[in-house]
């Protein structure tokens, strides 16, 4: 832990956000993969978050990274009998990932994390101005 808990803050909302983007490109990148049962499609991941105190006290609260789950949803069979891995009845297995909900979700991780390097530039700034008071 640093001196300025506020650093510790702002680098665990980053990491936060870095995890949610890397889960929503990967739920992204396999919206449209096919399997050829319901077990073997993708299941789209989603981060599990737990918020931590500080210093002991609660007054500053950061938050870590529980885990990443696979989703529960059930995959999309969609009746294609002419593709290579229907299965023999003739269907195929799709993720059931909204990419609509994905690209929102990517926006406001997006916008999360450039307030958290945001947040730093700041307190880096006061850190530096308080250092130079002196002189």
Same mark, same amino acid.
């Given at each position: 832990m640093s001196n300025l808990p506020i650093f510790d803050v *702002? $680098?665990? =909302?980053?990491r936060a956000q870095s995890v949610r983007l890397n889960t &929503?490109?990967? #739920?992204? *990148? #396999? =919206?449209?993969s096919v399997a050829s049962t319901a077990e073997g499609a993708y299941k789209p991941l989603e981060p599990v978050f737990? *918020?931590?105190a500080l210093n002991g006290? $609660?007054?500053? +609260? *950061?938050? #870590?990274?529980?885990? &990443? +789950? !696979?989703? $529960?949803t059930p995959p999309i069979k969609r009746y294609e009998p002419g593709h290579p891995l229907a299965d023999g009845e003739g269907y195929v297995y799709v993720p059931d990932v909204d990419p609509? =909900?994905?690209?929102? #979700?990517? &926006?406001?991780?997006?916008? $999360?994390? !450039?307030a958290g390097v945001e947040m730093l530039n700041t307190a880096k700034e006061l850190a530096l101005a308080t250092l +130079?008071?002196?002189r």
């Open positions: *702002a $680098g665990s =909302a980053l &929503i490109a990967s #739920n992204l *990148a #396999n =919206a449209d737990q *918020a931590r006290d $609660g007054s500053l +609260t *950061a938050v #870590n990274v529980k885990e &990443i +789950t !696979q989703s $529960g609509v =909900a994905q690209m929102v #979700n990517l &926006i406001s991780a997006s916008r $999360g994390y !450039q +130079t008071m002196g």
